[in-house]
């Protein structure tokens, strides 16, 4: 069982992957290309970012222009928000905590958004900066859910919030399931299906088996650095197949909405597959998406 202590500074290391992203979208934003546009994400980010750049900067030695992967994923999201059935006006988003989609994506007007994420001091310091800026909100209605899906009882926060099982919803689960064990990602899964009415959409990434194994180059430091503090690796799932890994616990139709494992273009960026650091193989990132009949 993990301990409070442990419990503790792996907040921390999930934090520095937060601050990490909401800085690459800054960068994103900034691009004269960019496929996603974030203009609160660079005040995000401000605070820590003279922390952040120097290890950006050691990234790109491993993992050239590394905002192209966190860019491509939160599009992919962002179009599978909009694409949703028109009915579904209830969602959910999981590790939300610097997350802006409530600010940004004119797709969630008519919603009722609930942002998810165990780190009440991520959504502290959005709500004082973009509060700062005069930010509006772009949903009907929005609450702020402060639970840790590895608690068995995480989902009575979300009903508590206003949440309602008997209406359509959808679930983006972005940057969620590399953080939990399989039995964890399994379980929060099967409580999703409880809480789903039909015609309920799920959203979620899974990166390749050689990420768990710390066998990915530009996350290495970070992930011995959780090796040597907590004695595991910082990405607790790794599935090289994701239509038949935890997703497929999900007794929804599900679809592979795009893998990473190959070069391609994605809106417009051209993308070349992450190398696992002692094969030198591709390795998997795939985006799923799921429809319960």
Same mark, same amino acid.
């Given at each position: 069982?993990?301990?409070?202590?442990?419990?503790?500074?792996?907040?921390?290391?999930?934090?520095?992957?937060?601050?990490?992203?909401?800085?690459?979208?800054?960068? @994103?934003?900034?691009? =004269?290309?960019?496929?996603?546009?974030?203009?609160?994400?660079?005040? $995000?980010?401000?605070?820590?970012?003279?922390?952040?750049?120097?290890?950006? &900067?050691?990234?790109?030695? !491993?993992?050239?222009?590394?905002? &192209?992967?966190?860019?491509?994923?939160?599009?992919?999201?962002? /179009?599978?928000?909009?694409?949703? &059935?028109?009915?579904?006006?209830?969602?959910?988003?999981?590790?939300?905590?610097?997350?802006?989609?409530?600010?940004?994506?004119?797709?969630?007007?008519?919603?009722?958004?609930? =942002?998810?994420?165990?780190?009440?001091?991520?959504? @502290?310091?959005?709500?004082?900066?973009?509060?700062?800026?005069?930010?509006?909100?772009?949903? /009907?209605?929005?609450?702020?859910?402060?639970?840790?899906?590895?608690?068995? &009882?995480? /989902?009575?926060?979300?009903?508590?919030?206003?949440?309602?099982?008997?209406?359509?919803?959808?679930?983006?689960? @972005?940057?969620?399931?590399?953080?939990?064990?399989?039995?964890?990602?399994?379980?929060?899964?099967?409580?999703?299906?409880?809480?789903?009415?039909?015609?309920?959409?799920?959203?979620?990434?899974?990166?390749?088996?050689?990420?768990?194994?710390?066998?990915?180059?530009?996350?290495?430091?970070?992930?011995?650095?959780?090796?040597?503090? $907590?004695?595991?690796?910082?990405?607790? $799932?790794?599935?090289?197949?994701? +239509?038949?890994?935890?997703?497929?616990? +999900?007794?929804?139709?599900?679809?592979?909405?795009?893998? $990473?494992?190959?070069?391609?273009?994605?809106?417009?960026?051209?993308?070349?597959?992450?190398?696992?650091?002692?094969?030198?193989?591709?390795?998997?990132? !795939?985006?799923?998406?799921?429809?319960?009949?």
């Amino acid at each position: 069982m993990t301990n409070h202590a442990d419990k503790v500074h792996s907040e921390d290391f999930v934090q520095f992957m937060s601050f990490s992203s909401v800085f690459l979208r800054s960068v @994103e934003h900034d691009r =004269e290309d960019r496929i996603v546009s974030d203009p609160f994400a660079e005040p $995000l980010a401000r605070q820590i970012a003279p922390q952040l750049a120097p290890r950006m &900067n050691k990234w790109t030695e !491993s993992l050239p222009q590394p905002e &192209n992967y966190f860019s491509i994923r939160t599009r992919y999201l962002d /179009e599978a928000i909009a694409q949703r &059935n028109g009915s579904i006006c209830q969602v959910v988003l999981f590790r939300a905590g610097l997350g802006t989609r409530a600010y940004r994506l004119d797709p969630l007007r008519s919603c009722h958004v609930f =942002e998810v994420d165990q780190n009440f001091a991520l959504f @502290e310091h959005k709500v004082r900066v973009l509060d700062a800026l005069s930010a509006p909100l772009l949903p /009907e209605q929005h609450d702020i859910v402060v639970a840790d899906v590895n608690d068995f &009882n995480w /989902e009575e926060k979300l009903l508590s919030a206003g949440f309602d099982s008997t209406i359509p919803t959808f679930w983006g689960l @972005e940057g969620q399931t590399m953080y939990l064990e399989r039995p964890s990602n399994v379980a929060l899964l099967k409580t999703i299906d409880i809480l789903s009415a039909p015609g309920s959409e799920v959203w979620g990434d899974v990166g390749g088996h050689a990420l768990q194994e710390g066998g990915v180059a530009a996350f290495k430091q970070v992930d011995e650095l959780s090796q040597a503090e $907590l004695g595991t690796h910082l990405f607790r $799932l790794g599935e090289d197949d994701a +239509l038949h890994g935890v997703f497929s616990e +999900l007794p929804w139709e599900l679809e592979l909405q795009a893998d $990473l494992e190959q070069p391609g273009t994605h809106f417009g960026r051209a993308w070349e597959p992450i190398l696992s650091v002692t094969a030198k193989a591709p390795v998997p990132f !795939s985006f799923v998406h799921g429809v319960k009949q």
